[in-house]
């Protein structure tokens, strides 16, 4: 499959990512999701990914997948949950994988009532699996109210690893979006002071890595149904990206370490490598 950019692994000796494929431990122990975002479409490619997820979960058993926004495109009557969602996963949800949504500009706000999407009726919400403790932010509409929320939770929080997921992205190098600026300049210094390691985000149709910014991990996995094809732009900041095809990502969280890999619509492996937890943001 021919990338319109190539994929630019970064050197572990200088930003302590392990350009390589990694290999999941699969551990009892660890912390093991999946990362779809921009993928309520209905489609046949939004349908393709999701046989890829469900082909991965027999080797790699993730129990969890997390939605970085945009989960039903167009209507969102009964029947779109179905056909953009419930169809698609079945024999995912049917193996009890949970999925936790975000909201993303194209979701109706009801949407946070829907069972399936495990956000409890709340726009932002925080939870915990091991020593992982993840932050939903509704990005769509950071308020004072959504500010002093993640403050707090960051600051009390007491796992191991933070991982923050939302929708529109701090730092992407996609051409009909990039940088929401005006987000990064709200939430980045929180995410700096209170040591978040890793953030995900969509709303670009690509997949990008970027390079550790103040010591925080940024990804966009916006392609899992939608995809803009060569939207690509890469900056001195891009460390990985791919824009050829749909995607999503898998991920496991140890003690240390988090692994990751980014995977096409045809299986094929675009962007991996490990995260060393401290190296960078103790």
């Known amino acids: ?56 979960h027999r080797t790699f058993p993730f129990d969890m997948v997390i939605m970085l926004g945009d989960n039903i495109y167009g209507s ?55 020593n992982v403790r993840f932050f939903v932010l509704d990005s ?56 978040v390691n890793i953030v995900f985000a969509g709303h670009d149709h690509i997949y990008e890595r970027l390079k550790p910014q103040k010591g925080v991990y940024y990804f966009v996995s916006g392609a899992a149904g939608q995809l803009r094809k060569g939207d690509i732009r890469p900056s001195a900041m891009t460390a990985a990206a791919f824009d050829e095809d749909q995607s999503f990502m898998l991920v496991e969280v140890g003690t240390a370490e988090a692994t990751f890999e980014a995977i096409s619509r045809a299986g094929q492996i675009v962007d991996s490598g490990v995260i060393h937890r401290g190296e960078l943001n103790p």
Not at 91 to 97: C, F, N, S, T
């Open 76 to 130: 969102q009557h009964p029947v779109d949950f179905v056909e953009k969602f419930e169809r698609p996963y079945k024999p995912l949800l049917d193996a009890g994988v949970r999925f936790y949504a975000s909201l993303g500009n194209h979701d109706n706000d009801k949407n946070r009532f829907y069972a399936a999407f495990n956000m409890g009726g709340e726009r932002y919400y925080t939870y915990a699996r091991k």
């Open 140 to 195: 769509d509409s950071l308020d004072p109210k959504q500010f002093a929320w993640i403050e707090g939770a960051l600051k009390n929080a007491t796992e191991q690893w933070k991982i923050c997921y939302f929708h529109h992205p701090l730092y992407s190098d996609g051409r009909r979006h990039g940088s929401q600026v005006e987000l990064r300049v709200m939430l980045e210094p929180l995410f700096v002071t209170y040591g």
């Open 1 to 56: 499959m021919r990338c319109a950019l190539p994929i630019l692994l970064v050197l572990g000796a200088v930003w302590k990512v392990v350009a390589q494929a990694p290999a999941f431990t699969a551990a009892a122990d660890s912390v093991k999701f999946a990362v779809i975002g921009d993928n309520g479409t209905g489609d046949r490619a939004q349908y393709d990914l999701a046989q890829q997820m469900v082909a991965l």
